[in-house]
């Protein structure tokens, strides 16, 4: 989901509280002399961080960066939990603040050094009670950063826990199909989103309000495996049966519509700006697909192709200008919320793409020697006559 919504309720919670530290000094570990040297060449030894701080100082000095964090202070907090790693790479502070270290990057906009953090924490210490939260803080993280490998292995590694609630069971499986679709593994990403969704409507989660955040997930991966497949259906060489086709592609366009437009369902700014900007697309690329069709046989005279380019122009000018709608209204939604990632700045190239593209469809339209009638008679002339095949 969304990293950039870090509020100090959840860091409450998922924040790990040291207990049991000693008061006393530790005293300094003392390295081993070196062995001498085998046959085979020497013998390395581990690197040793000797801390010039007792347990006890170490988790006051974590309790005053929690406190920090729980504040809002992310910036005052990060330093600090990293500094703690730094001086107790193995010690008990260290794995809470590897975890607290990726939130506090999280709330600064850092997804990059926030999922190293995480990625640390279920690398080095798989088996402490934060490891979890992490595996689930770094699916997200790289969702966003789009690491589609990274994505699909950490989202196996979640769904190996095996005691994963209902709606962690879900956010696994989106985040799988997910990394699956945009590696064009399509048939497998479907596969988790109908798992996913089995789960959704056994227990009737987003039936009423605004669903679970988990479920956008599923429901964008949905999305974008619709959209792959409608855009398999081409138009050139022109199928057999044209209008079956262009039917088939009308009918994914409006079916990955309908997905992208749930995961908006969640009100959450990331989630909405990936649909708003996919939902322009799919009409910009029908647009530029049907363009392609090639006159029909009665076109045989220069006067009648021209007639048939206006008449496909003024008929397919809608796609465009819905897709401009919706990526207009992608934009302002990033400029009201902050939302200042890779998918907005898509949404505002895109945009300005299809600006451009009406333009020189009204151009070209004002330079045919038609009227609106003629035009507007050609185009039903076209519904009964189907597109020249080579």
């Known amino acids: 989901m969304s990293s950039s919504c870090f509020t100090p309720v959840a860091a409450l919670v998922l924040v790990v509280v040291l207990g049991g530290c000693t008061s006393g000094a530790t005293a300094p570990t003392q390295a081993r002399s070196p062995q001498p040297a085998s046959p085979r060449g020497p013998v390395e030894l581990a690197p040793v961080v000797v801390s010039p701080y007792s347990d006890a100082e170490l988790a006051a000095e974590f309790e005053r960066a929690r406190a920090l964090l729980l504040a809002d202070k992310a910036r005052e907090a990060a330093p600090l939990f990293d500094r703690l790693v730094r001086l107790s790479p193995d010690g008990e502070v260290a794995p809470p603040s590897l975890f607290n270290a990726g939130l506090a990057h999280e709330a600064l906009g850092d997804r990059g050094l926030a999922a190293e953090r995480y990625s640390e924490v279920a690398r080095r210490f798989p088996d402490h009670p934060v490891a979890r939260g992490a595996l689930f803080r770094l699916a997200r993280a790289a969702a966003a950063l789009e690491r589609w490998p990274e994505l699909v292995e950490v989202s196996r590694r979640l769904l190996r826990l095996g005691d994963l609630s209902v709606l962690e069971a879900i956010e696994a499986r989106g985040a799988l199909a997910l990394g699956l679709v945009e590696q064009d593994l399509v048939d497998e990403a479907a596969r988790q989103v109908a798992v996913a969704r089995d789960l959704i409507e056994a227990h009737r989660l987003g039936e009423s309000g605004r669903p679970p955040i988990e479920l956008a997930q599923v429901s964008f991966a949905l999305g974008e495996v619709r959209r792959r497949r409608s855009e398999a259906i081409t138009f050139v060489p022109v199928p057999a049966d ?125 330079k045919l020697p038609f009227t609106e009638a003629e035009l507007s008679a050609a185009l039903d002339a076209l519904k009964t006559e189907p597109p020249r095949r080579p």
Do not use: N
């Open 242 to 366: 044209f209008a079956d086709a262009l039917e088939r592609r009308c009918q994914g366009l409006l079916d990955a519509q309908s997905a992208y437009t749930e995961a908006m369902r969640s009100l959450d700014a990331h989630w909405s700006a990936m649909a708003g900007y996919r939902i322009g697309q799919l009409y910009k690329e029908l647009h530029r697909d049907v363009m392609q069709v090639p006159p029909p046989p009665s076109a045989a005279t220069p006067r009648k192709k021209q007639l048939f380019e206006g008449a496909m122009r003024l008929r397919y000018r809608v796609l465009l200008e819905k897709g401009q709608k919706m990526l207009a209204g992608t934009v302002r939604m990033g400029d009201r919320t902050g939302e200042s990632s890779a998918w907005v700045l898509r949404a505002r190239d895109a945009q300005r793409e299809i600006d451009l593209a009406l333009a020189d469809e009204q151009a070209a339209l004002a």
